[in-house]
Structures are given as structure tokens and as C-alpha cells.
């Protein structure tokens, strides 16, 4: 039994350790052109860097003239 909770425990860290997610934000300026700041991670490591990456372009295009669409 003790061998199944072990393998059942590095099964979910695995899987943890798979999980995606994707980070956008759409962006517009007063012409009216868009863009999507979008970042994809894989895991908990890379969806923090994906959140940062997103936060810069956010912050780039903020810079532009842009602003965050509603």
C-alpha cells in the first residue's frame, strides 16, 4: 500500500508540474489598432516568467499610447 501512495504522489506532482496557462491583455490605441500582449507557460516556473514577459509588453505598449481594452 505504502508503494501506491508514493506512486499516486509523484503522478500528481507531474501532472502539477505540466498544468498550462496563458496570460494576455489586449491592447488599443486611440486609432483604434489593437494588440495582444500573450504569453504561454508550462508549468509553475514558466507561468510566472509568461506573467512578467506579459506585464513588460503591457508596460511597452503602454508607453505607446496604448491602453488596456475593456
Known amino acids: 500500500m505504502n508503494r501506491y501512495i508514493k506512486v499516486i504522489f509523484v503522478l500528481i506532482c507531474m501532472l502539477f508540474m505540466l498544468t498550462g496557462c496563458a496570460f494576455s491583455t489586449?491592447?488599443?490605441?486611440?486609432?483604434?489598432?489593437?494588440?495582444?500582449?500573450?504569453?504561454?507557460?508550462?508549468?509553475?516556473?514558466?507561468?510566472?516568467?509568461?506573467?512578467?514577459?506579459?506585464d513588460n509588453c503591457v508596460k511597452?505598449?503602454?508607453?505607446?499610447?496604448?491602453?488596456?481594452?475593456?
Open 26 to 54: 489586449k491592447m488599443v490605441n486611440e486609432k483604434g489598432d489593437t494588440y495582444t500582449c500573450l504569453a504561454p507557460g508550462i508549468g509553475p516556473l514558466s507561468g510566472m516568467a509568461a506573467m512578467a514577459y506579459r
Open 60 to 70: 511597452r505598449y503602454k508607453a505607446l499610447g496604448y491602453k488596456e481594452a475593456e
